[in-house]
């Protein structure tokens, strides 16, 4: 690494002002800065700084994917070998699956970045490392047999209309990954749901499917028949057809609390979206007859994108209230507004998606709403005083 900084300060003056590539002076620093920690720091005002930027926190975050990352790899290829009725052994089965998830991820990544990368030089400035964790997350929310140019379409349109059109990173007023996601799901359903697109080589009309296997998800066959032959066990570990990240409620446990422990994401908004979901669970219980509101409230936990939204999707510092007591209440209404979507309307069986970028559109709001609460509270007491 020592011989890498040495030349990177070498090359250095070329892409400062007045050298012959100055034009490219954002895309060297997004390359130096991917490398190396910046050494920009604040030296004057009255802000405190602690050891936290945003290198630091995608990088937080990045590592709080990789278990649900590897599992959906190996649950990619076990599903496959699953339906040819073939059983080659855990290591057959996770690099099959690594080499249908990593081109996904590749063009994500190649197609966002190039946006990124495009924008910055327009406006000369930074390149922002917001995408790298956005990257990840879109190849993580899909099916694993959804083609590739749609992904790269739904990637650049994501960063486009989600990010650059309202001024770059940290100024997108929804989550650029679910906004992906909304994309692909409204513009190519057939690729977006049904009951097979989970399972890699299932749409292959070569491929020899063994009899009776099924490539629908649990929460498909709840919502389709009120009942699923997949365990509570299978559910929470992830042995069940699904997006590439979203099957493995334990993975997704283990990144909430890497996020929790590195203070990235707010527990206040993971703790009021589950409190959300089963409260309105508990009522659709209560009141719903048929057979898919009668699914206990505690079961929709582990079903479907609702344990991988809440913690990586809903916790967006961007995109979320920044409050505290709002966070409380933007939690509170994403859990609520899951069960909602999912049970009582029939056209959306998961109900994630549009929960979260509902909140993400009422975050403004619910903040404006509690500042606003606190400074008549304020004001009050001054006057009594």
């Avoid at 895309?27 to 945003?54: C, L, Q, W, Y």
């Avoid at 496959?80 to 009725?85: A, F, V």
């Avoid at 961007?318 to 509170?332: C, L, M, P, S």
Wanted: charged content about 15%; glycine content about 10%.
């Amino acid at each position: 690494m020592k011989a890498l900084r040495k030349y990177l300060d070498k090359i250095k003056p070329n892409f400062q002002e007045g050298g012959k590539f100055s034009k490219l002076k954002s895309t060297f620093g997004a390359f130096e800065s991917f490398f190396f920690v910046p050494d920009k720091v604040t030296t004057k005002g009255a802000h405190i700084r602690d050891n936290m930027d945003m290198k630091r926190n995608m990088t937080a975050v990045i590592i709080a994917l990789l278990p649900a990352l590897f599992f959906g790899m190996w649950n990619t290829g076990s599903f496959h070998y699953q339906s040819l009725g073939e059983n080659p052994g855990f290591w057959s089965e996770f690099f099959y699956g690594l080499g249908q998830v990593f081109p996904i991820i590749v063009v994500s990544y190649v197609s966002g970045l190039f946006l990124e990368f495009l924008f910055a030089q327009i406006r000369k400035e930074e390149v922002n490392e917001g995408f790298l964790v956005t990257g990840l997350l879109i190849p993580m929310i899909v099916p694993v047999d959804v083609p590739l140019w749609m992904v790269a379409v739904a990637t650049m349109f994501a960063v486009l209309i989600g990010k650059e059109v309202f001024g770059g990173t940290g100024m997108n007023i929804v989550n650029p990954a679910l906004l992906a996601r909304a994309f692909l799901f409204f513009a190519y359903p057939s690729k977006m749901s049904g009951d097979k697109v989970w399972i890699a080589g299932m749409g292959d009309p070569e491929t020899k499917i063994v009899d009776g296997f099924s490539g629908a998800t649990p929460l498909a066959d709840l919502a389709n028949t009120g009942s699923t032959h997949y365990s509570i066990a299978d559910q929470f570990f992830g042995f069940i057809p699904g997006a590439i990240g979203e099957t493995s409620t334990l993975c997704i446990l283990i990144g909430a609390v890497i996020l929790i422990w590195t203070g990235v994401a707010s527990w206040k908004i993971m703790i009021s979206g589950v409190a959300g979901l089963l409260l309105t669970g508990l009522l659709i219980n209560a009141c719903g007859e048929s057979a898919y509101t009668q699914v206990p409230f505690w079961q929709h936990l582990i079903l479907g994108g609702f344990a991988f939204g809440i913690v990586f999707m809903a916790t967006d510092p961007v995109t979320a209230a920044q409050t505290e007591t709002g966070k409380w209440i933007y939690g509170f209404l994403i859990g609520a507004m899951v069960l909602l979507v999912r049970v009582i309307n029939p056209a959306f069986p998961e109900g994630v998606m549009l929960a979260i970028l509902f909140g993400n559109i009422c975050a403004p709001l619910i903040d404006h709403i509690i500042i606003r609460q606190n400074i008549k509270r304020r004001l009050k007491r001054a006057k009594t005083n």
